[in-house]
C-alpha cells in the first residue's frame, strides 16, 4: 500500500516542483506587494506578485526568505486575514516531499513569522475553524487564487495545521464539536466523490485523532495516516 501512495507523491511532488526552480535574481521584489492592503486583507506572496521571479528562487532557504512577512505588516493584520494568508502560502506543498507530513508543517511553522503570529493570537482556533469550515476543494487546482475554493494541497496543509495543535485551543469542548462536524461532513464528501482518493482522508484522520473528535474512520485510513505522519513522537503535546 505504501508502494502505491508513493507512486502518488511522485506525481504531486512534480506538480510542486514546477511551480519552483531555477537560478535565483538577487534583485527580486518583496514576497508581498508594496502596499499590504487594509486590516483585513490576505497577505499576497511572491509567487503571486511575480511568478517569474518566484521560480528563479532555489532551494528552500531562499523560498522560505521570499515568503518571510514583517513584523509591523503582521501586527496590523486582523486575525482572519492571517487565516486566509496561510492558504496560499507558497511551501503549501512540501508537504508531499517529506514521508511523514506533519514533518514539514512543523518546519514551516519554525521557519514562518506569519504562522507563528496566527498561532498567537487568543482567537485563532476559532477563525481557523471558521475558515476550515468554509474551504472546498477544486481538485483540478495546482494554485488557489480563491479562499475558500482552494487546491488538494493547500486544503491538506490546512487540515494537518489544525491537527497539530500549534494553535492553541483547537481542542477544546467547544471547538471539537464544531470540528467534529465539519470533519464529518467533509469525509463523507470525498468518499462519496470518486475524484478523491484515501490520501484525501489522510489529513482529516491526523485531526481526528490529535483532536480526539471520536470520529469512526476506516481502519485501512487510520493505517494509511499512522504511516505517514509522526503525531506525538514530533510533537510531544
Request: glycine content about 4%; hydrophobic content about 40%.
Amino acid at each position: 500500500m505504501r508502494a502505491m501512495i508513493n507512486k502518488l507523491h511522485i506525481l504531486l511532488m512534480a506538480v510542486v516542483l514546477a511551480s519552483a526552480c531555477s537560478n535565483m535574481d538577487t534583485d527580486h521584489p518583496n514576497p508581498w506587494n508594496s502596499d499590504p492592503g487594509e486590516d483585513d486583507t490576505p497577505i499576497v506572496f511572491l509567487r503571486e506578485t511575480d511568478y517569474g521571479a518566484w521560480t528563479h528562487l532555489e532551494g528552500l532557504e531562499e523560498r522560505f526568505s521570499a515568503c518571510e512577512v514583517s513584523p509591523e505588516v503582521l501586527n496590523a493584520k486582523t486575525t482572519r486575514a492571517l487565516g486566509l494568508s496561510i492558504l496560499h502560502y507558497p511551501l503549501n506543498g512540501i508537504v508531499y516531499a517529506y514521508n511523514y507530513w506533519d514533518v514539514p508543517v512543523k518546519m514551516i511553522y519554525d521557519r514562518s513569522s506569519l504562522h507563528q503570529a496566527l498561532a498567537a493570537r487568543k482567537d485563532a482556533a476559532t477563525v481557523l475553524i471558521d475558515i476550515f469550515d468554509r474551504t472546498r476543494i477544486d481538485i483540478n487546482l495546482t494554485v488557489s487564487s480563491d479562499y475558500e475554493v482552494i487546491s488538494l494541497m493547500d486544503e491538506v496543509f490546512l487540515e494537518l495545521f489544525l491537527g497539530t495543535r500549534l494553535v492553541p485551543g483547537m481542542d477544546s469542548n467547544s471547538n471539537k464539536e464544531r470540528l467534529k462536524t465539519i470533519v464529518s461532513r467533509k469525509m463523507a464528501e470525498r468518499k462519496a466523490d470518486s475524484s478523491f482518493s484515501n490520501d484525501s482522508l489522510i489529513p482529516l484522520a491526523y485531526m481526528n485523532e490529535r483532536l480526539g473528535l471520536g470520529i469512526k474512520f476506516d481502519d485501512n485510513i487510520v493505517e494509511m495516516m499512522h504511516l505517514f505522519t509522526l503525531r506525538d513522537g514530533l510533537f510531544n503535546k
